[in-house]
């Protein structure tokens, strides 16, 4: 009964008008035209098939647009005075280094800027930040220790061969290594401290010549201004060290960059006091 019952269903269906007419609209794919085809001659006179490039869209419909801008853009002024930059320099370094012009302009030009068609700092910046890194570390070794905090630990009692138990030796530490457990990251970040490189940088007015496109022009701080500050004064190490070589480079650093630090952080002290 149930095989009867299904095969009255299925002739029903094929038999109904509406899957006739879709049978008698649709085309096979066999009986579709086959696509055009042109015949080239080849060198050596034999016939060779290819298809036809497609057709180039001459004209296209041109898209709708609003009647007016959703953003309002408001310029924002940069500095375009060699005069000011060269002050700038000179404050900041304290002499001229010998920087050409074309890498001065770089080093204080974001990529934000002009949508980035002209030459960036981004690259000086990364080299620049490896180099203050180094000379922090030396800064670091040649400085006293710095203590961190005392944890009381337990003696450690070991056994020894016979049975006997003893205290475990402590490491021998040399007098001339005594600042080596210094150097950490977190000890170099606190020196190269974002906060304290865009203070030196606001000394040196950094930032009324620097080249950048901000997101609000009335709100620079929260635009990242320091933080571009920074990227710019570490592009300005990265261009003197590959300009002028790693010794002028690292002069900069330590008497420029690193005393500079020492001296803000000893003024943040007797401003706490």
Known sequence: MASRSSRKASSLITSSPTLQCLQRRTRPSALLPPPRRHIQTAAEGEETAGYLPPRKITHARPQRRAPFPTRNPRPFAVNDDPARLNEVYTTLLGRDMGLTDKVKWQAVTHKSFDHGRQPFNEK????????????????????????????????????????????????????????????????????????????????ARLASVMRWKPKDNKD??????????????????????????????????RERLLSSIDWLVEKTKDMRS
């Open 124 to 203: 000086l910046a990364i080299y620049g930040k490896r180099v203050c890194w180094l000379h922090a570390s030396l800064h670091l070794l040649n400085g006293p220790p710095i203590e961190e905090k005392k944890t009381y630990k337990s003696p450690n009692f070991v056994s020894s061969l016979d049975g006997m138990p003893y205290r475990e030796p402590e490491p021998f530490l040399h007098r001339d290594y005594k600042s080596l457990v210094s150097i950490r990251e977190s000890n170099i970040r606190a020196i190269l401290d974002p906060g304290k490189l865009a203070a030196i940088a606001r000394l």
């Open 220 to 253: 620079l701080q929260g635009s990242g201004q320091a933080l571009v500050a920074t990227q710019a004064l570490y592009a300005i190490v990265g261009a003197l060290a590959l300009q002028r070589g790693g010794d002028i480079a690292g002069s900069m650093v």
